[in-house]
């Protein structure tokens, strides 16, 4: 490693930044060619992970709350979230680009080996035998995730557009007015209704979810084709619970969960998100 390549390393673990030639070998002032996103050439051989278990929803929509109660599951393992759509992959020098073309693969094939081994790692070190993630921003991903995983299955978790964008204001009011969370979560609830719109999955509602876990949860353990366990409304390694519902029900007076707030009134609903809780049937056209 030359003087150069020393003080660009450094540069890029003390900043996150690094010193790149203008142009390279793109042509000035053209953007570089978008890179194809394709399925894997063979499944067999490309993936290791079966049908992972993506959870779609906005933020601040109970998704923690499904994941606690999707882990408890012998056969389910849902970590925090993973962002793996946010981990790259860079040939760093024209030779690995040229090897690596020589292979068939390109930046986007080496993206998805990454992501599938991240996650199948994670998988066997859980000891479980189906992977959940619910990071919400996988929601803008829908359709790379899609392509990367073909036999991918979805879970779709709705909540009344209005209590989310309070929530998300509440979470940090500091950085965010009532309006710029309003818009904020908007851009999420945008993105999961895409996803809806382009995948097969099944669709919850956090409002449900709270009023009868164990009916909801029936139904989400029917799609994976997975025994329903009782044990899933009784997560919590502190807990020493009886009865599902029951146990559900302390867990919300004792503070464990919270219980859904009350729906708003068509009269809270602001026009920007108006749209939205027609689309999801939350209010009447």
């Given at each position: ?69 999707l882990n408890a599951h012998s056969l389910l393992h849902a970590p925090h979230e993973l962002h793996i759509r946010r981990l790259k992959v860079d040939f760093g020098t024209t030779l690995a680009e ?188």
């Amino acid at each position: 490693m030359n003087w150069k390549q020393k003080v660009n390393s450094a540069l890029g673990e003390f900043t996150g930044f690094h010193i790149a030639k203008v142009g390279g070998e793109t042509e000035p002032g053209k953007a570089p060619e978008p890179v194809e996103v394709r399925p894997p050439a063979d499944p067999r051989t490309d993936r290791l992970l079966r049908a992972p278990v993506f959870v779609m929803s906005p933020v601040r929509s109970g998704s923690t709350l499904l994941r606690a109660l999707l882990n408890a599951h012998s056969l389910l393992h849902a970590p925090h979230e993973l962002h793996i759509r946010r981990l790259k992959v860079d040939f760093g020098t024209t030779l690995a680009e040229r090897a690596m073309h020589a292979l068939g693969h390109n930046q986007a094939d080496l993206e998805h080996l990454l992501w599938d081994r991240v996650l199948h790692r994670e998988l066997l070190r859980s000891g479980k035998s189906h992977i959940v993630d619910k990071t919400p921003a996988n929601a803008f991903a829908w359709e790379r995730i899609s392509t990367c995983w073909p036999d991918a299955r979805y879970v779709f978790l709705l909540r009344h557009p209005v209590s989310i964008a309070r929530s998300w204001h509440e979470a940090d009011p500091a950085k965010r007015t009532p309006e710029e969370a309003a818009q904020d979560a908007l851009r999420y609830m945008k993105a999961v209704q895409r996803a809806r719109k382009g995948l097969t999955g099944l669709t919850v509602r956090y409002e449900d979810l709270t009023a009868d876990p164990e009916a909801e949860v029936r139904k989400i353990c029917e799609y994976l084709a997975i025994p329903y366990e009782p044990g899933m409304l009784r997560y919590g390694e502190q807990s020493v619970l009886t009865k599902g519902l029951g146990d559900w029900k302390d867990k919300i007076r004792s503070g464990e969960v919270q219980a859904g707030r009350e729906l708003p009134g068509a009269d809270e609903i602001p026009d920007l998100l108006r749209p939205m809780c027609e689309r999801w049937g939350y209010v009447t056209p």
